[in-house]
Structures are given as structure tokens and as C-alpha cells.
């Protein structure tokens, strides 16, 4: 891993052993050229020197890629700079998930279920929580929206439901990112029983308590956060940070700033 400090800001690059570039790759932002070598460039050149800007290039057209992708060039800034402070990190969030896979093992391991992961927040926690649970289950999606686009929850809109023939006479498992003030759950959870599902129980990998504004509580939580507004592992703000791996609190000046873009 190499970086170097341009004009237009820091950048780093990445490199195995048989793709290193050959001399200092970066000559100055708008001009600053890497040269990358190897086997596996291809199909002729074996080494070819493209503008930064360019790097995208080495992957998709010309035909000149790279089997595989070690060798990449980035501006450093990345949505871990926005991140004042991890919460929970990947380690403890894969733990969490594995404790409460075995409650719902042990919940369910004699009789059929559905995961009806809450789009778009829950995807990240959905799709690992369900590789963690070895019985039998199937998966639906059901998305939800607040309006606006603020740092607290506002009327809820539904944006579409599984099939009736998803719901009707089934056990649901309602997948959720954050349970806040629980108004989301309390509406899906009648939503899903007015359409005829014969049970309904919660899931949520986090649990701010302390913003709850209806009497509610998930049967299976991972975390208990503070009340604080937190992003990454499918949580976003203005739409962004769902890729990051850990959950974390946001930069005043990253709020700013998504703030200010809107
Ligand atoms: P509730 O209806 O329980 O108040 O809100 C749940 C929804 O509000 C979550 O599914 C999530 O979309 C949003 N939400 C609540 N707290 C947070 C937070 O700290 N961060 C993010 N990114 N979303 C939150
Ligand atoms: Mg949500």
C-alpha cells in the first residue's frame, strides 16, 4: 500500500507483487500516471501506463483487464473518513448476529418461517443473519420509507408487501435495521397480520430504548444503542454509508455537507 499526497488531495494505491508500479506513480493530480505490469494484463500490452482518472478503464473496456484486481488507484477519502467513531465493530457485529441466530434456530427449528427482510436498511443484516440459521426458512422483502429524509423517523410509507401468497397462514420473522421509536414495526407487524399471516415476530440488530414512543419491544435484538444517530452495515444518512462493515457515528461536518447537497 503506497499513498501519496497530490494537489487535488491524498491518494493511495495498492499493489501486489506482480503488479508493482515501476517508478513513483503519481506525478501530479490531473497528469499523474501509474504503470502497472504483469501476467495478467491483458490481452497484449504486459504494461501500459493510464491517467488515474482513467483507472476504471482497467476493468471493463479495451479488453486490457486484470484477472484480478490488486493493483487499484483511489482518492484516499472514503466513507470511513466520515466516521467519527466506530460503535460496534465487525467483529462484535458477527458475533451479535451468531448469538441471535441461535435464538432463532431454537425459536423456530420445528416449523416453517419467512424472513421478511425491512428494504432498504436491512439488507446488509438480513442476508448475513439469514447464512447463520441452519433450518429450514424462506425469505420475502417488504420496503418501507419514511418521508423526508431527516435523522428521525416520519410517516411511514409502504412501498410494497410480499404476495398474499407470502403472508397468508405463514409465520413471518420481520427483519429490521433500528428499532427507534417503534411506529415502523408496530405498523408493518399489523400490516402483515391484516393480510392474514398467522404469526408475526421481530428482529432488529439495533434497539435505542430510550426513543421509544409506543409500547413495543422486538423478540430478537443483537444491540442496544444510545440515542444517537448512527450509520453503516445497511444504515444510511441522506441514502449513503449502508457499505460500510461496521456501525458508526457520523461526522458533524458529513452531516453538513449531505445536508447542504440536498
Ligand atoms: P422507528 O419507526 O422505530 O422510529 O424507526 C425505525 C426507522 O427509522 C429505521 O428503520 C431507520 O430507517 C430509521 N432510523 C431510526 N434511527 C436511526 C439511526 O440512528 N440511523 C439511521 N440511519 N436510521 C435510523
Ligand atoms: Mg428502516
Redesign the pocket.
Known sequence: MGRANLAGGPFQWKSCDRHVPSRPPFQGKSRAFCRVRGPELRPKARSRTLRVSNLGSLTAPHRFCLKSAETTLRPVHTVHDDIERILISEQEIRAGIDRIALEITSAYHERDFTVVA?LK??CVFASDLIRRIPVPLELAFLA?S?YGKG???QD?RINFVPLDSEIAGRNLLLV??????????V?LKREMLDRGAKEVRTCVL?D?PS?R?VDFEADFRCFE?QD????GYG???AGR?RNLPYVGALKTAAFERLQGAR
Not at 429490521?176 to 414495526?185: K, S, W
Not at 444517537?228 to 450509520?231: E, P
Open positions: 425491512v436498511g436491512s418501507a419514511s435523522t428521525t423517523s411511514l429490521d435495521d433500528i428499532l427507534d421509536t417503534g411506529r415502523t414495526l405498523r439495533l435505542k426513543r414512543s444503542v444517537l444517530f448512527v450509520v444504515l444510511d444518512f454509508y
